[in-house]
């Protein structure tokens, strides 16, 4: 995550390509409205696949969702409120964040690599796993790559 022109899709194509030219089965997904990832990565390997999620789509399934599940215990009133809390900025991220999970459970033994939209302020996902904060952010990655090399 981060705003844009930081190189989030470079990085995430460049990921991709490398490991569906190494033979593994990898799935390739963005948010991001400006990525034209699909114009061209799609056919380019046998190994690679391409999806996008498209931001507004997912935030109505998710409002949907959860007004058709927990909303349908409400009155009129709680209804409305819960109508509220659904048009925060975050709903969009929450909404995304689900469709990411659930390419990631889609992508079986893939290898899943997720390109995001440009954000500048987020409230899920901000914070790296444990072990990649104790070194640079971007360790974990090289090191699966050499690794693979040697």
């Known amino acids: 995550m ?3 022109g930081v190189g989030k899709t470079t990085l995430a194509a460049a990921i991709a390509v490398e490991l569906a030219g190494r033979g593994l089965p990898v799935h390739l997904t ?3 409205p400006a990525a034209h990832l699909a114009d ?4 380019s390997l046998p190994n690679l ?3 996008r999620i498209d931001p507004q789509e997912a935030t109505a399934r998710y409002r949907q969702h959860v007004m058709d599940t927990k909303g349908a215990q409400l009155d009129a009133e709680g209804r409305a409120l819960l109508e509220e809390d659904l048009r925060s900025p975050c709903t969009e991220e929450i909404a995304v964040f689900q469709a990411f999970s659930r390419a990631i459970r889609e992508g079986g033994r893939k290898f899943v690599v997720m390109d995001t939209a440009p954000q500048a302020t987020p409230c ?3 914070t790296p796993p444990a ?3 104790a070194t640079s ?4 990655v090289r090191r699966a790559f050499i ?3 040697r």
Do not use: M
Request: proline share 4%.
């Open 137 to 140: 952010p971007g360790r974990w």
């Open 124 to 126: 899920c996902c901000s």
């Open 2 to 4: 981060g705003k844009g």
């Open 40 to 43: 061209t990565l799609e056919g």
């Open 131 to 133: 072990h990649t904060t």
């Open 49 to 51: 696949a391409l999806s």
């Open 30 to 32: 963005t948010s991001d």
């Open 147 to 149: 690794s693979r090399r």
